[in-house]
């Protein structure tokens, strides 16, 4: 009950706060949030995983606050994200690490540590915010990189997720965000003592929403390849 009451005043306070910046972007079309129904965010008593592409610093800040207001009233709509430990240390992390699992991905015990978590929150009904990709997609081609029919890219993804989705029964939901790194470059240009870079909030940012997946209705030995192509399919489609 402890637990419960000092994530609700988190939400009310740190998540009110963004949640309205969110909507305040929304109205003056900085954020362009496009396919946006209620009822695909609802897990129902279900564990979900929002998927998300990730070519910058910025997709983490807009992704959570698909989910207001709805999380102020149901803690069932609380998303979790999993960020990297390095980043989870910075300073500029401290007001969103209540609703964050940090991972070290370079740490094998940490890892594991974390998917067991990570399991163990989306078979209870948690909702979770996952970049699947193997490392941050710079839109450089390499041997990881994966491309759209009109050539958006983005990194394979690590194929430990697919144990992750099969054991839970989970659902997923693809989002394709435009424009991050307009909001957050990848290359720090920010002083070298500060630790954190200052979002460019008036560069436009597009985010797609896809529908809902039952991911049990995947071949078990395809299912990566076919979020992949499901991702790469929403990055490129008219809504």
């Known amino acids: 009950m402890k637990e419960r009451i000092k994530l609700l005043l988190y939400l009310w306070t740190i ?5 309205v910046l969110f909507w305040v972007l929304r109205a003056t079309r900085r954020v362009k949030v496009k396919g946006y129904e209620k009822s695909k965010f609802d897990p129902k008593g279900r ?3 929002l998927i998300c592409n990730h070519p910058s610093p910025a997709e983490p800040m807009f992704l959570p606050f698909l989910f207001f207001p709805w999380y102020l009233f149901s803690l069932r709509f609380t998303p979790y994200s999993l960020p990297d430990r390095q980043h989870y240390n910075k300073r500029g992390f401290l007001p969103f690490r209540k609703v964050c699992m940090p991972v070290d991905r370079k740490n094998k015990r ?8 990570m399991e163990r929150m989306l078979k209870s009904g948690k909702v979770l915010i996952l970049h699947p990709e193997k490392e941050r997609n710079n839109e450089e081609e390499t041997e990881k990189s994966r491309f759209s029919d009109s050539g958006k890219s983005m990194r394979k993804f690590r194929l430990g997720i697919r144990k992750l989705f099969l054991r839970t029964n989970c659902s997923a939901l693809p989002v394709w965000i435009d424009g ?4 957050i470059p990848n290359k720090n240009d920010s002083p070298p003592w500060s630790h954190f870079q200052f979002p460019r909030l008036w560069r436009g940012v597009i985010i797609k929403i896809g529908e809902p997946m039952e991911l ?7 299912v990566v390849d076919c979020l992949e192509d499901i991702l790469l399919g929403l990055a490129d489609k008219e809504m």
Do not use: H, I, M
């Not at 940490?110 to 978590?117: H, I, Q, V």
């Not at 209705?217 to 395809?222: A, S, V």
């Open 15 to 19: 998540g009110s706060l963004g949640g």
């Open 47 to 49: 564990g979900l995983v």
């Open 110 to 117: 940490d890892e594991l540590k974390a998917f067991e978590e």
């Open 180 to 183: 991050g790194q307009g909001v």
């Open 216 to 222: 049990s209705n995947f071949p078990k030995n395809g």
